[in-house]
Structure formats: C-alpha cells, structure tokens
C-alpha cells in the first residue's frame, strides 16, 4: 500500500496517495507517511510537510524529525530554523538529537551542542557521539575524550573504540591497544572486534602503514577476514599490483565477503 501510494502521487492524485498511506500506517507500517513525504521533496517540498504534520497528527513520534531533515533539503536557513525551534518545543530527544546536529554542522555549534546535551539527557545517548565527534572536528581532543569516558560510564561500551582511535591517532599506540582489547573482552567479539579495525585505520591514516599492516596481519592470522580485505583495498589504492594481487587472491581463498568486487576493482584499474 505504501508503494500505491507513492505511484498516486507520481499520478497526482495527491489525495489518494495520502489515505493510502495513512491506511498502510494504521495498519502498522509506520514509514508509510514518511515514505510519502520523501516522494515531494525538491519542488513539491510543502507538500511533503503537509504529510508529515498528518503523521504527527496521528502520533508518528518521529514526524518532527523528519521535518527537521526535510528542511535541510530546501537550502533555505529560515525554513530550518523553524523546524529546529519545533523540535526544540517538542521536547523528543530524537528530534532535539538531530536539530542540534543540523544546527552545530551549520555553525549555530553553541545552540546545537545544547540540544545534543539535551537529548542525551532525555535518555538519547548516541546525541553524546556526535557532540564528541564535534568537538573532534574542532580540535578539542581533550574535551572529545572525556565526552567518551563519560558515555562509557553509562554503558556505552563503543566508546571505547572510539577513545581508542583518538589515542592512536595521536600517536600513543600502547593506550590505543589496550582500549581496543578492553572493548574485546566487553564485547566478547574475539578477533572480529571492530575496535581493532579503528585503530589499525587510525594508523594507517598517522602514517604508520606498515605498523598498520602489521595489527591488521595479526587480525587475519586470527581468522578475521575483513582485515584481509582492508589490506587489499589499501594495497589497490596504492597501486601497488603485486602486493594487491597477493592480497586479493588471498582474501578470496578465505572466502572474505567483498573480496571478489575487489578482484574486479583489481583487474579495472590495470586496464
């Protein structure tokens, strides 16, 4: 029904469209009307906003959002100020989560680091991952970090990984490590913990490749295939062709998902 629904509107047949999607809602689909929505968006963007405020209208908890994100599409600061200030009046903490990124991002960064508090607050502690990954972009490493230590502390254990990749890419290996074999044992991934990953990126991107290479050889000894197909996609990007080749074959003998499109990349960048 949501599909009808969508083709009505390509139709203009607008109204159609609309109790179509309310019934497929109703009946438990509950991103049917948002389904609409995104169907209007560009010229036809008012439009999109009427569905979504009769989504809100019959208790869709994340329409504000939604309003929020589609203002985004309109490159017009007034019309997402609006929206912003309803999801600041609304008091959900996923509306109030996305608003303060879309407003720090888009350099209202005092106003937005308020509303990511708030929803972290509200019981929304992603908000706080991305307040992090602010202050990150700003060069505040210090102030990132202890935003992680404070996630951690509320059982956030991925934080961990991240804290990790920011010792790493400082240079202090040995924290790096430890946190990333902290967040292991927590997680009980084995060797497939993606902390592992951060951190071996994380120096991969410090200038440390072959260190990188290293951790990554380590992973794959251990059975994690993907660090296999990481090193594959650096050695392609390198262009370096035989040890990409040698670790190309060698993530497709491990049966590494993702490994034979890198053969394909292999053999179209030698054309």
Known sequence: MEYQARDLAERDEHDDALRLAEESFQHGNREALTGLAWRYTGPDLPRAFAVMRRAMALGFDDAITEMVILATTANDPALV?????????????????????????SGDERRG??????AFNGGLHRSLFELAE??????????ARRLYRRLTSVGQVFALVKLAASYEQAGDQATAEHLAAKYARLEHLGPKDSGW????KARYRRGDH???KRLLGRLASA????????????????????EAEAAVNRAIDSGAPGAKKLLLQLRQSSE
Not at 113 to 118: H, I, V
Not at 134 to 143: F, I, N, P, T, Y
């Open 113 to 118: 680091e308020a509303l990511l508090w708030r």
């Open 81 to 105: 100020t609006r929206y912003c200030d309803l999801a600041i009046e609304s008091g959900h903490p996923n509306a109030q989560r996305v608003a303060g990124h879309v407003l720090a991002r």
């Open 134 to 143: 602010l202050r990150e972009r700003q060069g505040r490493v210090r102030a």
């Open 223 to 242: 059975g994690d295939t993907h660090a296999l197909v990481t090193m594959a996609e650096w050695a392609i990007k390198t262009g370096d062709r035989p």
């Open 197 to 200: 990953h951060w951190v071996a």
């Open 210 to 212: 072959a260190g990188a």
